[in-house]
Each structure stands twice: as structure tokens, then as C-alpha cells.
């Protein structure tokens, strides 16, 4: 049927209104009615098997009443534009009929074909609207209640209103269950700047996508995340905050940035290895050279120039071996091996230290934590490094350190954490870089190898640190 053309039920145990109406309505050009004549309630009944337009529905209909046929229609209808005709006015009935959801109320007599046409149009065009926001609605509800990420619904102060599943999921805060003190989702904000850019949009009721922000989930960690603020449409004194966790992405572009570098770093140690070992070889067969050929009288005028020259020259050769073997991607004796026994004998390893200092050690390793195949001394190896240097960090009367495994997405985790002196985030960048070491004595070599040793095993290997709180190394490798 054209969109122009409409279909009518006229419900009335009066023919001779059907006929009046009927005719009445040829006279309304806007839209083109077709009306359907049911006598009775049971009738009308019979005819719901087909869907109609609009209803018109005489409010006295033999022993039922025109609001029993409404509520009929409405129970398979939900948004059926209804409307309520009636022999005489009366405010009762016109409030009986709006309140069981009848588009409009009309006394017979009282109205022309325009008045009844518009009428009829109307409803319609507020029942296909209502259904539009109703399914619209539904829609919202559906990504509400389903969406993975985190969805909030505050006021203009931030006070938690509404929230989705994924939220209670992802938060260990439920506003629902907070012994009825208030949640406002700007305490959650980590940083003051970013409490105050959320404080600005929500008073200036403007809509703000993707700022990143750091977010407490809980009370002991923190995540990096995408926030959108955009404001409800249908109150402008309501907000809908959606929360996107960008740790996960964070960590894959770190421990990508890592993997190139660390291949950059040996790509340049075996240039330097190839421009360098040929002549510095050159210059150490020289130097041998000049002390079987040199007369005796001029070795003793140049005292000890020619044996400081063979010296630095081993010395430069052996950093140049020492920088290929760390950045290098060295050949493994896997075998398959307990994690959780091998960073129980790592910290045996380093046992002694601990205790020198009274460091106060913990251990939480997880039972789900399995095998790996791993080359189990290099591993170790790796372990023992990073476990030193979180010994060496802690240079106060209050040390912790602590080791920590788990299972998470088929990767076994290793946490080792300490509450020393912490690193700067210029220091932090260059962590990995050889020979680079803050400490008066160490070659800087030794968390390269053990990048080399994790990134070998085709795991990562990242660091969290700030100055005066501690550091985490976070290691991954394989579960078997």
C-alpha cells in the first residue's frame, strides 16, 4: 500500500456511524483512509488478525466497553494509534481513554472530515514515532547492557546514576552497594588535571571523544584509559561516559617498541662487530709485530705504549663479543620445566642478599602457573638479574620484594616488584640499551641479556617504575 494510503478499523454497533464516518472521510485529501467496519467486540477481535493503521473505536459497544477493545488492541499493537469516540462529552471518559493509552478522544457531532482526518494523522504519525524511540530505546538498552566496554551514566557532578554490566566487570566499585554513600566518577580519576577537564565538560555541557586519562579500578590499580563524554539526548542534565581500556594496546605497543629496538640494537652491534673487529685486528697483529721488530733501546723509551695498545685493543674486542652475545638471539637447550621452581631457585640465587639487607620477601606464585619450555639456566639466568637489580634499588629499612606468577590469556606472568628508589622516565627509556647502567660498577649489559634470554624464548619483557615507589618488571612467556 502508498505511504499516503491508510488503513482504518472503525469498531462500532452502529452501522449508520460507520456510513457517516466513512463517507465523511472521502471529503480529507491529504490522505487517502480506508476503513474496515467491525460490529462487535468479537469481530473486532477477528479482524486484529490483520495489522491496521489506525483504529477508531466507539467508547459504548454493546455489553463491552470501547477501552476493553483499546486494551486489546494495545496488547498487540503496543503503539496502535487509538482513538476513543463518544456520543457525548464527557471528562471522565476522556481521561479513562488517555489513560489507558488512546491517542485522542472525540465526541461524535462534534467533528468535520478535516478535523477527523487530521486527527487520525496525527495519531499515526505519534504512534510510528513513539515505536521509533521505542525500538531506538530497545537499541541503547541492547548496547547498554551488552557493550564490552564500560558505559556510565552521571550528572553534571559527576554522580554515578546508571551503569552496564561490563562496568561492575571491569570496576570493583558498585554504586549500588556502597552503604549509601554517593560514587562520583571523578574520584575515580587518577590525576587532578584530568579531574578538572571532566569538571569543565560536564559544566559546559559540551561533548568530548577520546581523552586519555589514568582511571583506578580498584583500590590498589590503576588503568590507562579512552574516555568519551557525550551528553544524554533526552536529559541534558545527564552524561553517558564510555570507558575504553587501553592497557592491553599499551602493553602490545611497548613490547613491540621493545622487539624493534632491541633487533635495531643488534643489527648496529654486528655492523660495528664487521667495521670494527677487521682493524682493530690489524692494529693488535701490529702492535705484536713491533715488538719483535723495534730495537730494544727504542721498546724502553716508549715504555709501556706498545702493551697499552694490544690491551685496549683486547679490551675493545672483548665489549664488541660481549654486545653480539647479548643482542644476539641465542641458541636454546629447552626442555620442559616448572616456572614456579625455577623463580623459587632464582630466588635462592640471590637469598643471601635479601636477607644481608632484610629485605622483606613475598611470594605469590599460582598454582594454575604450569610448565614451559624454556632453556631453563638461561631463564633462570634472566630471573636472577632483574631479581639483583631490584635488590641493589632498595636502600632503605622498609625493603619488599615481591614475586608473583599467574595464568593470563595463555601466557604465564611473572611479576617482580620492589618498593626501592624507583627509576626516571628518562632512565626508564634506556633501560635495555648496552652498557647503559646508573651503578659506579657493572658492564650495563646484564638486563640486555636478559631481554635477549625472554625475547629468545619468544616472550616480553616490560617495566613499570616511578622515582620513590618502586619497580615492576613484567615478564611472559608460553604456558605448555
Excluded at 238 to 243: G, N, P, S, W, Y
Excluded at 273 to 301: F, G, R
Excluded at 351 to 370: A, C, F, M, P, Y
Amino acid at each position: 500500500m502508498a505511504e499516503n494510503n491508510k488503513r482504518v478499523l472503525y469498531v462500532d454497533d452502529d452501522a449508520d456511524d460507520f456510513l457517516l464516518v466513512k463517507t465523511m472521510l472521502r471529503g480529507y485529501t491529504a490522505m487517502q483512509l480506508e476503513l474496515t467496519h467491525a460490529r462487535s467486540f468479537e469481530d473486532a477481535k477477528s479482524k486484529l488478525d490483520k495489522m491496521y493503521d489506525a483504529y477508531l473505536v466507539d467508547y459504548r459497544l454493546g455489553s463491552q466497553s470501547g477501552l476493553e477493545v483499546l486494551e486489546m488492541i494495545k496488547s498487540r499493537q503496543k503503539h496502535a494509534p487509538v482513538i476513543i469516540l463518544t456520543g457525548m462529552e464527557n471528562g471522565t471518559v476522556d481521561n479513562q481513554a488517555m489513560e489507558s493509552g488512546a491517542s485522542d478522544y472525540l465526541v461524535k457531532g462534534a467533528f468535520d472530515a478535516q478535523m477527523l482526518g487530521r486527527t487520525i494523522r496525527y495519531a499515526i504519525r505519534d504512534a510510528e514515532l513513539h515505536e521509533s524511540l521505542d525500538l531506538a530505546g530497545k537499541k541503547f538498552k541492547s548496547i547498554f547492557e551488552r557493550a564490552a566496554d564500560p558505559i556510565i551514566l552521571v550528572d553534571q557532578d559527576s554522580l554515578i546514576i546508571d551503569f552496564n554490566p561490563s562496568f561492575l566487570q571491569k570496576f570493583e566499585y558498585n554504586p549500588k552497594k556502597s552503604n549509601g554513600q554517593s560514587l562520583y566518577f571523578i574520584d575515580l580519576l587518577v590525576e587532578k588535571e584530568d579531574k578538572l577537564f571532566l569538571k569543565n565538560i560536564l559544566s559546559s555541557n559540551a561533548d568530548v571523544l577520546d581523552f586519555e586519562a589514568k582511571i583506578k579500578i580498584n583500590p590498589e590499580q590503576n588503568i590507562v584509559a579512552l574516555i568519551s563524554v557525550v551528553m544524554n539526548e533526552t536529559n541534558d542534565d545527564l552524561f553517558q561516559i564510555m570507558v575504553k581500556d587501553l592497557t592491553e594496546l599499551k602493553i602490545k605497543d611497548e613490547e613491540l617498541y621493545n622487539l624493534r629496538r632491541f633487533s635495531s640494537t643488534g643489527r648496529i652491534a654486528r655492523i660495528l662487530a664487521h667495521e670494527v673487529k677487521n682493524p682493530l685486528t690489524t692494529i693488535l697483529l701490529s702492535a705484536e709485530q713491533l715488538c719483535y721488530e723495534l730495537p730494544s733501546e727504542i721498546k724502553d723509551e716508549s715504555g709501556d705504549l706498545i702493551e697499552s695498545i694490544k690491551k685496549n685493543c683486547t679490551r675493545i674486542n672483548q665489549l664488541i663479543t660481549e654486545l653480539l652475545e647479548s643482542t644476539r638471539f641465542t641458541e636454546l637447550q629447552s626442555e620442559i620445566y616448572p616456572l614456579n621452581k625455577i623463580l623459587d631457585e632464582a630466588v635462592q640465587l640471590v637469598k643471601e642478599r635479601i636477607e644481608l639487607k632484610k629485605i622483606k620477601l613475598v611470594t605469590q606464585l599460582s598454582d594454575e602457573v604450569g610448565d614451559v619450555s624454556v632453556d631453563v639456566e638461561k631463564v633462570k639466568i634472566a630471573f636472577v638479574n632483574i631479581l639483583v637489580n631490584a635488590v641493589e634499588a632498595i636502600d632503605h629499612d622498609f625493603g619488599m620484594l615481591r614475586v608473583k606468577s599467574t595464568v593470563k590469556n595463555n601466557k604465564c606472568q611473572v611479576e617482580i616488584s620492589d618498593n626501592g628508589s624507583g627509576i626516571s622516565q628518562e632512565k626508564l627509556d634506556r633501560l635495555f640499551e648496552p652498557f647503559y647502567t646508573s651503578k659506579p660498577t657493572g658492564s650495563g649489559l646484564g638486563l640486555t641479556n636478559t631481554q635477549n634470554i625472554i625475547f629468545s624464548h619468544g616472550g616480553t619483557v616490560r617495566v613499570q617504575s616511578k622515582e620513590g615507589m618502586g619497580t615492576t618488571f613484567y615478564i611472559a612467556l608460553d604456558c605448555i
